[in-house]
């Protein structure tokens, strides 16, 4: 099956600072999502992004499906910021599958 | 709109006993997910529904898990008997087929 892997697993940052997460697939997708976990367990969508840029505030993330890979950009840290980053990765109608997740520690 | 409801939230019980977890999907929502995460893990699929039809049930652990969608609307998962490596947050997710999923705030499970 799909294989993802997010970089770095931890990362531990100043408030203000900016920061840039990662995440690599095995095959093509056509479905990518971003999630935050919060300290309460739960899931929260930051982007559905298939492909292309988005923007959200303090937040973008890019998608090069043909290069395989999603970047999730995060600036002007804040310490609400801190948790756990998961990009999760679907081919057709196959199930949503996780990487292990980025932990971002933003300290003040 | 209403999200994806969950319960209970916490739940502690003794290995060997039994529980059952509830999901009531997003409304119009034909794709149902279960997902089990392990403390420091991602989430790992369980059982995936089209209405009330299993698409993928290849990692449910069948002696002991089962789950049931009635009426290709809301779901419950049941383990039975639980073991200590059951300990996990259970997710339940809802997706128009198989565009942008959403999760409920998922079950923690400590079995004792």
């Known amino acids: ?108 | 709109e209403a999200g994806v409801a969950q319960s209970p939230r916490y739940k502690i019980i003794e290995k060997r006993q039994s529980v059952a977890f509830w999901c009531n999907p997003i409304s119009g929502h034909a794709t149902l997910y279960w997902y089990q995460q392990i403390l420091g893990q991602g989430p790992k699929l369980l059982i995936q529904f089209q209405n009330n039809g299993v698409v993928d049930d290849s990692q449910l652990p069948k002696d002991r898990f089962s789950a049931e969608r009635l009426k290709g609307v809301d779901s419950t998962l049941k383990i039975q008997p639980a073991k200590l490596e059951d300990s996990a947050v259970y997710l339940c997710a809802s997706s128009l087929t198989s565009t942008e999923a959403f999760f409920g705030q998922g079950t923690r499970l400590t079995v004792v």
Request: glycine fraction near 8%; hydrophobic fraction near 30%.
């Open chain 1, 1 to 108: 099956g799909i294989q993802v892997e997010q970089s770095p697993p931890d990362l531990i940052l100043q408030e203000g600072a900016n920061s840039t997460l990662r995440c690599n697939f095995s095959d093509s997708v056509n479905n990518l999502q971003w999630f935050h976990q919060n300290p309460w367990g739960q899931l929260i969508n930051l982007f559905y992004i298939p492909s292309g840029t988005k923007q959200n505030g303090r937040l973008s993330a890019t998608t090069v499906a043909t290069e395989r890979y999603s970047l999730l950009y995060i600036s002007s840290s804040q310490t609400t910021d801190s948790g756990v980053y998961f990009c999760a990765v679907r081919q057709g109608a196959q199930k949503l599958v996780f990487g292990q997740g980025t932990r971002l520690t933003i300290n003040p």
